[in-house]
């Protein structure tokens, strides 16, 4: 039978030595305003040295709320100056008082006074800190799928090639026309502010060395880099940290496959096979885009673009572009795994694992950039 919620009472008896307080019904959440109201309109002036009993018995439901209001009378009789004690407690009953109890009776930590560099500081080396975690772990990833690889090499039809095809299409061919038009785009205009600045030195028709040069080393395949870690790498990121919080991964250890054969090792290739011709698409695209800006904005015609285009490029500064290419997939598919594997069992885990990935992906691609850069310079290239 359910208890009437409304049947909460409070009532107020004599004995020879003081008051019997005695709650009624349910003490709960739903009649902790009522009942509130009641203790506070209490009067235990009389009380002073004498003793209060607060008789549980007919307590028909007690929760955390009512279990505080039963402290909050006892505290009153005691601030009357009476000596209060609760009879007639429900083994469950007690048991949540004792809980309050014990958790009134624990102390929060003092405030930890800091200051501003301090708390910077910390923040540096906690950064720095992870940093290295995330290379530790980076490599030891890396090792797995060369471990993967050497494996495959002994027994090849263990590789996943219906999976490696279908990440192929979603990395490769599904990313063309974003990545031909963020190219086109950032092509024209560099074309337009290059021309915009050197037809001040009369030097217009430079500016097809400049494009030549700048998208066929740097810009193709860097901005291929970035957008495949934006838009692949999130995905992978989300789809095995996914996986690994519904346990799937676990499930698959469990079955004995490897996770990294299984779901790593066709992303990365997939990634390795699909970024040079990507960073192909895109360097021909920002050329295209340059080109057009530079006929109609700059009187360039195609023509003497192409022309001075084939005087300013060898083939060497096309493939000094595209070597970078497989590096950075590698780079890209390594951070999107690894942060994946990272993502624990919660919602807020998988979007800040996602995040971490696509920040992490960018910076260590525009740093390996950086570094092939100083590489071609010292050798002459």
Known sequence: MDVDETAADLTVGTFDEGLVLT??????????????????????SG??????VID????????????????????????????AELHAVK??????????????KQKPPPARRTSGAVDLLAGVGASVI?????????????????????????????????????????????????????????????????IFQLRNFGATLFVVDLL????????GVLLTAI???????????????????REEIDALKTMGLDAVEILALPRLVALVVAMPMLSFIASMSALFGGGLVSWGYGDITPITFLQRLNDAITFQ????????????????????????????????????RTTASVVKAIFVVIVLDGVFAMFFAAMGI
């Open 130 to 194: 992870e940093m290295g975690d995330d290379v530790k772990r980076g490599l030891g990833f890396l090792g797995a799928v060369v471990s993967v690889c050497a494996k495959l090499a002994i027994t090849p039809w263990r590789f996943r090639f219906t999976s490696t095809v279908h990440h192929l299409d979603r990395v490769g061919l599904r990313a063309v026309p974003i990545i031909a038009l963020i190219s086109f785009l950032v092509g024209a205009i560099v074309a337009q502010q290059s």
């Open 56 to 83: 549980m018995a007919e307590v028909a439901r007690l929760d955390t709320v009512g279990a505080l209001l039963i402290q909050r009378l006892r505290a009153a009789a005691e601030a009357a100056g009476a000596t």
């Open 317 to 352: 500064t096309f493939m000094v572009g595209i070597i970078k290419a497989p590096f950075m997939a590698v780079v890209i598919g390594l951070i999107a795994c690894t942060e994946g594997m990272k993502v624990e069992g919660s919602a807020e885990s998988l979007g800040a």
């Open 212 to 219: 030549g040069i700048l998208v066929l080393r740097e810009l």
């Open 91 to 104: 083994p469950q009953h007690e048991r949540l008082m004792a809980a309050l109890r014990e958790h009134a």
């Open 23 to 44: 709650p009624l019904g349910p003490w709960t959440a739903r009649t902790g305003d009522e009942l509130q109201d009641k203790i506070d309109a209490l009067n235990l």
């Open 227 to 245: 957008m495949i870690a934006g838009r692949s790498g999130s995905a992978f990121t989300a789809e095995i940290g996914s996986m690994k919080m």
């Open 47 to 52: 009380a002073d040295g004498r003793s209060v």
